[in-house]
């Protein structure tokens, strides 16, 4: 099969992957919060920004690599942390990381995974990120960063954007509940997507493996309940003091979107920020990270991350001019699993990669952090 005839975009490969999906599991991808407007505007923010082709610079070399908080990458882009990724497809957590290593690229493990960090440690490389939502409980906290620094990651992402849980109302119509309940509603779903329940079958069915190690010891509410929520806390800045003095590596500030909000984190030993509406899926109203990122970029001098609404080269050029100095995706990722299983993330890379190269060519620029200068 030629993919790159069949699958030369992203839009391709999440065509493909809502085919390959059952309803339920497509939704709890797909959706975010409300009406879906915060994720809308993270897109349609991207296709409003425009960049001016440049002429007669003559032949380049280009290279689309880049170097990030003391690691050498093959692009500017990593595989953002997704909750549960194991629902969307079988032993995906283990799939993505080991793809995110031969592509020489940074994934980052969800506290709320199917698999835990040590599940997945012999996949990874020293440049692999842990995603922490934070728990309430002190001692699982000490503890789960230990097991995340042993299993060998070497950046802590700890998500500050979450105080309350969202409604996700498109997961609930599916009738998707935490953990999965096989209803007759759901197996219906379940019978028209068959390599998808194969996989399911031998793998079994996910659960928050590491939230499950530390359940029956913080909480006596009913399994059935969302174990992720019934642990976390809604840290404040002591609690940032506490994770940055626990934790020896890199840490990184997921949820940022206020320009005030980020100069301070300069003083509390922070390395990044990664500016974040948690890909629409938290607070409808929410701005798309692309437009807050010139005034966030203005207030620090920290490294900035971004996520949110990008699915090609050209809209991780687009991130980069604006001041970004690294994209993450999400959602992209796991299209491209369910699309086509364990070769999906090697294509996607391909993809963003040729992409990159073709628009810098455009700009004339040797390197994406170029058109930054334009």
Request: hydrophobic letters at 40%; charged letters at 25%; a neutral charge.
């Amino acid at each position: 099969m030629d993919l790159n005839a069949r699958y030369p975009a992203l839009s391709d490969l999440r065509a493909r992957a809502r085919k390959r999906l059952p309803h339920f599991v497509w939704e709890f991808l797909d959706s975010g919060t409300g009406l879906d407007a915060a994720k809308a505007r993270n897109r349609a923010s991207f296709d409003a920004i425009e960049l001016t082709p440049a002429i007669l610079r003559g032949e380049l070399k280009y290279s689309t690599g880049t170097s990030f908080l003391g690691h050498d990458y093959a692009l500017p882009v990593g595989i953002a942390p997704v909750g549960m990724s194991g629902l969307i497809w079988p032993d995906a957590e283990r799939i993505l990381a080991r793809a995110a290593t031969q592509a020489n690229i940074p994934y980052t493990l969800s506290t709320v995974a199917s698999q835990t960090p040590e599940d997945v440690s012999d996949v990874i490389d020293d440049k692999a990120w842990f995603q922490l939502y934070p728990p309430r409980d002190q001692d699982v906290l000490k503890d789960m960063l230990l097991r995340a620094e042993s299993a060998g990651f070497s950046a802590l992402v700890m998500t500050v954007d979450i105080p309350v849980a969202s409604r996700r109302e498109r997961q609930q119509r599916s009738g998707l509940t935490t953990p999965p309940r096989l209803t007759p509603r759901l197996l219906t779903q379940i019978a028209r997507c068959p390599t998808w329940a194969l996989g399911m079958a031998r793998q079994g069915m996910p659960r928050m493996r590491m939230i499950d190690d530390y359940l029956p010891d913080v909480s006596g509410q009913p399994s059935n309940q969302h174990a992720g929520y019934m642990m976390r806390t809604a840290p404040d800045w002591d609690y940032l003091r506490t994770v940055r003095d626990l934790w020896g590596g890199h840490l990184i500030i997921k949820g940022v979107l206020r320009a005030e909000d980020a100069k301070p984190f300069e003083a509390e030993g922070v390395d990044a920020i990664w500016i974040s509406n948690h890909g629409g899926r938290q607070f409808d109203a929410a701005p798309a990270p692309i437009n807050v990122l010139p005034k966030i970029r203005t207030a620090t001098k920290l490294p900035l991350i971004l996520d949110g609404g990008i699915e090609s080269g050209l809209d991780v050029l687009r991130a980069l001019t604006l001041g970004a100095d690294f994209v993450m995706l999400g959602r992209g990722w796991h299209y491209a699993l369910a699309a086509l299983g364990p070769k999906g993330p090697a294509h996607l890379a391909h993809i963003l990669r040729e992409d990159l190269l073709a628009n810098m060519g455009q700009l004339g620029i040797r390197t994406p952090f170029e058109a930054r200068n334009r």
